[in-house]
């Protein structure tokens, strides 16, 4: 990471937690010293967004895992971003690789639901990934290309938008991506947006990495380049979420 903009870090709780599983967590990361230099968000199921809110400090932001890109109607089983933002809630995550695949969300789809969330005052953790295939084929770079345009074109306001980047073939595969590439990738969106958005924007937004993060590798990855923080899985059930919030931040 280099550069003044603030580390981040966001826990996603997936369909893993209930309430007593959440007051553990809470109790881990209200004990910890966390350090001011990280914004601290969790990704929280929809059923528990009010509960999370209500018993985690104000300095950890609270993220839905998903929501609609509408404001209402007859919709069931989904969320909008102004139930959202009536639980108390400022985050939404976005394109999630899960959504992407598991659920066959298009990149269509995922770009209406951002350009809602957006317009409703939501900030946003939008999701881009690739595939063991996309690797194995050479197609990652276009790939990225492919998903970051239908995310840059429903995007206002790249201020409240940090984008996140998986490599699912290093999601609880026992793989783990190297360093070199996971800055091969992150570079690849950064210059994306520098010669599609702007500068600034390239410059500013923060980029985050997912892929099998823990206390054993983040705080290498910490310290690359166009690594701005970490959109974490299970370690986020562990105390790991709170290591890395407190000290695998690189000084700019």
């Known amino acids: 990471m280099v550069g003044s903009k603030r580390f981040f870090v966001i826990g996603n709780w997936k369909m893993n937690v209930d309430k007593a599983r959440i007051d553990s967590i809470v109790k881990m990361m209200s004990a910890a010293s966390l350090s001011k230099h990280t914004e601290a968000?969790?990704?929280?199921?929809?059923?528990?967004l009010e509960y999370a809110r209500q018993q985690l400090p104000p300095t950890i932001g609270v993220a839905a895992q998903n929501c609609f890109k509408e404001a209402k109607g007859n919709f069931s089983g989904e969320i909008?971003?102004?139930?959202?933002?009536?639980?108390?809630?400022?985050?939404v995550i976005l394109g999630h690789p899960e959504r992407r695949t598991?659920?066959?969300?298009?990149?269509e789809l995922i770009g209406q639901k951002v350009a809602h969330a957006q317009k409703a005052g939501l900030k946003i953790v939008a999701c881009v990934c690739?595939?063991?295939?996309?690797?194995?084929?050479?197609?990652?770079?276009?790939?990225?290309?492919a998903q970051m345009e239908s995310l840059a074109a429903s995007i206002s306001d790249w201020s409240r938008v940090v984008v996140a980047f998986e490599a699912l073939w290093a999601s609880n595969t026992g793989v783990?991506?190297?360093?070199?590439?996971?800055?091969?990738a992150m570079a690849m969106i950064r210059e994306w947006l520098r010669q599609n958005v702007s500068n600034d924007v390239a410059d500013s937004t923060r980029l985050i990495y997912a892929g099998s993060?823990?206390?054993g590798n983040c705080e290498e990855l910490a310290r690359l380049r166009d690594v701005d923080g970490f959109l974490v899985g299970s370690a986020a059930l562990k105390p790991d979420i709170v290591w890395?919030?407190?000290?695998?931040?690189?000084p700019p």
Do not use: H
């Not at 909008?80 to 985050?91: F, K, L, R, V």
């Not at 890395?244 to 690189?250: A, E, K, L, S």
């Open 80 to 91: 909008s971003p102004a139930m959202i933002q009536d639980c108390g809630c400022e985050w």
């Open 130 to 145: 690739e595939t063991k295939a996309d690797r194995d084929e050479g197609l990652t770079q276009q790939v990225l290309a």
């Open 213 to 215: 993060v823990s206390s």
């Open 41 to 48: 968000v969790v990704g929280c199921p929809s059923c528990y």
């Open 176 to 184: 783990l991506a190297t360093p070199a590439q996971v800055q091969e």
């Open 244 to 250: 890395m919030r407190t000290f695998c931040i690189v």
């Open 102 to 107: 598991l659920f066959q969300e298009s990149d």
